[in-house]
């Protein structure tokens, strides 16, 4: 490492922001050694951006969203000579920050929603700890460590995404976090890189306890019922047979028959019981010390034998010995994200220079084994140091590259050729987030909006918890009372199923018959049958036990209506993955099935959407701010500006007013000139 | 987004060479082909060996029973037959369950696969699988037949149409997996409706979306100057918008209305959701369009399976039969693979609710038109259809049999931006030559 940090293991302070000293040093040392490589390289760096290239641009990289016509105006009418670092600075510290960068933790990580209840707490959680800054290590170590219900660790999350598919699992966190690609190795040994299967398999074995059961309510019932849910059919008691007593004997055969008829009441109570904790299941992970991982049936190469039991070990790095079992999973997360570790630190600091300027230093974000050299290796290690000498705070990491010379500079004209890496003349042309899209038309519509959290998610998930919590310390006598209404509930909604589906037969017949009067009255009974199903109508017979149990109870537990209307939110405060056909799907909004999977492909939808879609729509619907403010503008110089600020973040200039002017005579012309700039490719890419 | 996760060896060099792409896809081997070039003849597509120019892809999302539908046991015991009656065909041999008797008249087109076999008994495992012929895995996705379509032979007809079309597909779709993202199918998310967005708002006028289009040129002259040529990004969407703009204008695009269909074809395909779909789909395959999927979803009958069969089977038979009638009366069914799939079958035996469970074991897919012998049976399950006992087929099998009968290579090899190697056909899937034409 050629230069040392000015600043080495700063106290662990992890919400104070470090100073502008420390921030500006770091940023020229990053310059310098990009501004000697390029030298060697012969490469010219692109000039500074202007002012509007530059205030639209700090907007979009940092808090994913276009400046408003003030915000814009307000920083190219100012005269002050900091105002590019004060710009950033206030931008790094504000609320949009956070919610871009929760766009991205839950597009790298896959975070669903509604996938389980505890996608909504994963959800929850994540955006608590980007809300709280919570150091990058921590996050990591904290979801790699899960080893509990959902409702009690809800990072648990990240296992449970992956229920089921562990050795995916393992490919993705090795990809994620230390940019290995090892899927490969799951059945054979790479072909491209080093990592052989046993390899692998070794890898996985921290994470072989890996169970999908929670004990807790096993034990629960066995509280409420007195047997184990899967005690077999054993008799105990009554002594040695005496079959020459007759008498005595047949007392012993009726007491033994009694206390078998006892247990098998009690066992059909236990598996009865098993409804109330029937969902519990599908969100508890947990970590069995005796379970191991073993060779598959087919293993073929000769280190290892097919069926055989599994030792951990470390793919990189220093190799372990004699893990204890019951320690396994917390081995496993303190080694993947020590400061130690070869690639954690390194991966995380070139993603996030990804993040910034469009394109990482080591091109394959995800495949440091098999990448294109960087151009700058010297610059690989600087980034690494930097990321811990922050202690891993991504704000902060990030407001460093924010301050470099290189965020200033003019877009370099040409993108990085693929396979090969980038020499970063400028950053890099890129087209606009799906949620960026998105969130600028809301803005432009609602004007800044970016303090709405969308609390519902919390409060839901925190009435999700507190069920839990009062089932778990439910007394018997509720737990059956519970169960009794779970029971009922489940015979009521096969019977509303089977009567709709006979009425619906009995509809189909009617309409192809034509009889219309026979088709209202079906409908009209249908409509009735809904309406008895619906939940207002259920939650009206519920005891007080049973609504506070019924969150932990049903299969799925829906978030509680959003705290804010739609045009009223950022896309971070909306559940994700959006459904086929929506705004940010259509635009390569991401949907949570890999790592990393939203993208900015231009498709014909997309176009269609922006020529002739409702969202266009609304935003020239004059209830909006952005309609409403230009209509109420007289001179067409006054809408041509208000325009190019809103839009394009820049006042028009003077080639473009005399281009334009006429074209804004009119508010009905004006109307079609706004459509024009948003569907120009000036508005959707990011200078 | 890391561009160069994105593409293939082979796509990364075509860029190398700086090619212009094409609105819809991106092509194999540097040679663009823009849907508006003239010159481009349907002669390309004739070179194809295969007889299928198009597929008609009917997904039954949920599992549909077999035992029920293609594969009826008269004989078994009422505890696994239920009251499901077999019925005859135009076919001596060959029965289908009793919901099925239009279909039952179109045997002679058909070829019922009843040997379906696969490992993947859940919902979203088991339709991935049988899309993309490969095990669902977190750390990839792979791409869906419609796509390979487009990767090994990009269609070059005169169209502005895309080539592949999915409709009411739900949001699980694996799409075009790892192949560029444009190479994946255009979702129609309700048939009645169409295409959305297609026609000009009605506040705007002709004049001003004229004008709007010429404003947009304008204003992005200096941008393009800049950009287009460094930039393949910008001129995707600069190609994206003159197709769109086109598709708007374009006569294709009536492909998606289905009110120009008569009230006589409406009635014949029938009033269900899923049957606008199938009717859509045959307007879309005589517009040129390649591979077109349409989902028909709630065949997850875990219980009450035989009042959901009366509800839910007449639907497709009806949908199905005026299909195959349909396409042959316009001279396309020779060119044409209508395929019936879904992610496994049902259990047999019939469970205490009147239901029947989720069975990968056994479960049956049908085949109809193009590359395959009509009037056929292949493979065959035991006395209860809870067992394959001959010709067992894989989903990765299937795939690679539409694959042959497209005249596409099952078993070309393409990498993924993460270098691994993958085909048409699956891993281990092949052809099955026996029913192809």
Known sequence: ?687 | MNPVKKLDELSRRSFLANTANTAFGVTLGGAAASWFNSAEAAEAIAQSKGKAKHVIYLYMSGGMTHIDTFDPKPDAPEAYRGPIKAISTNVAGIQLGQHLEKTAKHADKMCLVRSMNSTQGAHAQGNYNVHTSYTMRSSITHPTLGSWANKLEPSRLKQTLPPYVTVHTANNHAGAGFFEPNSGPLPVGDAVMGLQNSKRRREVTEADFNRQIALRSKLDQDFTDRFSKGQRSVRAYDEMFNSAVKLMSSKDLEAFDLSKESKGTHTAYGSDKFSKGVLLSRRLIEHGVRFVEVQFGGFDWHSDNFTKAEEKLPILDQAYAALLTDLKQRGLLESTLVVIATEFGRTPKIDDDAGRNHFPKAFSFALAGAGIKGGTVYGKTDETASNVITKKTTPADFNATIASAMGLSHDQVVFSPSKRPFKMGGKEGQPIKEILA
């Open chain 1, 1 to 687: 490492m050629k230069k040392l940090l000015h600043f080495l293991f700063l106290p662990f302070v992890h919400a104070a922001p470090l100073s502008d000293e420390v921030i500006r040093n770091t940023a020229r040392e990053i310059d310098e050694i990009l501004l000697a490589g390029q030298k060697d390289q012969k490469i010219n760096p692109m000039p500074v951006a202007d002012d509007p290239t530059f205030v639209r641009r700090s907007y979009l990289n940092i808090i994913g969203r276009l400046p408003t016509a003030e915000e814009a105006k307000s920083f190219l009418d100012s005269n002050d000579g900091e105002k590019r670092a004060d710009l950033i600075d206030t931008l790094v510290e504000s609320p949009g920050m956070k919610s871009k960068l929760f766009n991205y933790w839950s597009d790298l990580l896959r975070v669903q929603t509604n996938s389980e209840t505890s996608g909504l707490g994963w959800h929850v959680w994540l955006r608590e700890a980007v809300e709280t800054n919570m150091p990058y290590n921590k996050m990591v170590h904290a979801m790699l460590a899960a080893n509990d219900h959902s409702a009690n660790d809800p990072a648990a999350g990240y296992y449970l995404r992956d229920r089921g598919m562990l050795l995916d699992n393992i490919s993705n966190t090795v990809q994620v976090f230390h940019g290995q690609q090892i899927g490969c190795a799951q059945c054979h040994d790479h072909p491209f890189d080093t990592t052989t299967q046993m390899e692998y398999y070794q890898l996985a074995s921290f994470l072989a306890g890996t169970e999908y059961k929670f004990e807790g309510a096993r034990e629960k019932i066995k509280e409420v019922v007195g047997v184990d849910v899967d005690m077999k059919n054993r008799m105990s008691g009554g002594g040695k047979i005496n079959k020459k007593d007759k008498k005595f004997y047949q007392k012993q055969k009726a007491a033994m028959a009694k206390q078998r008829a006892e247990v098998n009441r009690k066992r059909n109570e236990a598996k009865d019981l098993a409804t109330v904790f029937r969902y519990h299941n599908r969100n508890a992970l947990s970590d069995n010390p005796k379970r191991q991982l073993k060779l598959p049936e087919d293993y073929q190469y000769e280190d290892g034998k097919p069926g055989e039991a599994i030792e951990p070990q470390f793919l990189f790095g220093k190799k372990v010995k004699d893990v204890a079992p019951e320690k396994r999973r917390e081995v496993f997360a303190d080694w993947a994200t020590s400061r130690d570790n070869k690639y954690f630190s390194k991966v995380v600091a070139n993603r996030l220079w990804a993040y910034t300027f469009g394109y990482g230093i080591v091109p394959a974000l995800d495949d440091w084994s098999n990448s294109p050299d960087p151009l700058y290796p010297e610059l690989v290690d600087y980034l690494e140091s930097a990321m811990k000498a922050t202690n891993y705070d991504v704000q902060q990491y990030l407001r460093i590259l924010y301050h470099t010379k290189l965020f200033q500079r003019e877009v370099s004209d040409t993108e990085p050729t693929q396979g090969f890496a980038f020499d970063f003349n400028g950053p890099i042309l890129r087209r606009m987030e799906a949620e960026e899209i998105r969130d600028s038309f809301v803005t432009l519509a609602s004007g800044n909006i970016d303090d709405n959290t969308n609390y519902a998610l919390k409060e839901s998930w925190n009435n999700y918890v507190e069920s839990f919590q009062f089932v778990m310390n439910a007394t018997p006598t509720q737990i059956r009372e519970i169960d009794d209404a779970a029971d009922k509930a489940e015979l009521d909604r096969r019977k509303f199923q089977k009567e709709t589906a006979e009425m619906r037969v009995a509809l189909r017949k009617a309409q192809e018959s034509g009889q219309t009067k026979r088709v209202q009255t079906i409908n009209l009974k249908l409509k009735e049958l809904r309406d008895k199903a619906s939940q207002k109508y259920r939650r009206a017979g519920m005891s007080d036990t049973t609504r506070k149990a019924q969150a932990a109870v049903v299969r799925r537990y829906s978030p509680k209506k959003s705290s804010h209307s739609p045009f009223q939110m950022r896309s971070s405060e909306i559940p994700a993955p959006q459904k086929g056909g929506t705004f940010i799907a259509e635009f390569g909004g991401s949907d949570r099935e890999t790592p990393s999977s939203a993208h900015t492909e231009a498709s014909v939808p997309q176009t269609l959407r922006l020529l002739n879609g409702t969202e266009t729509a609304i935003l020239l619907n004059k209830k909006g701010d952005f309609a409403k403010t230009v209509s109420k503008l007289e001179t067409p110089e006054e809408r041509l500006e208000q325009l190019f600020l809103s839009l394009y973040s820049s006042y028009p200039t003077k080639e473009e007013k005399i281009a334009f002017l006429p074209e804004v005579k009119t508010l009905s012309s004006t109307q079609a000139f706004a459509r024009a700039m948003i569907t120009s490719n000036r508005f959707l890419f990011v200078q």
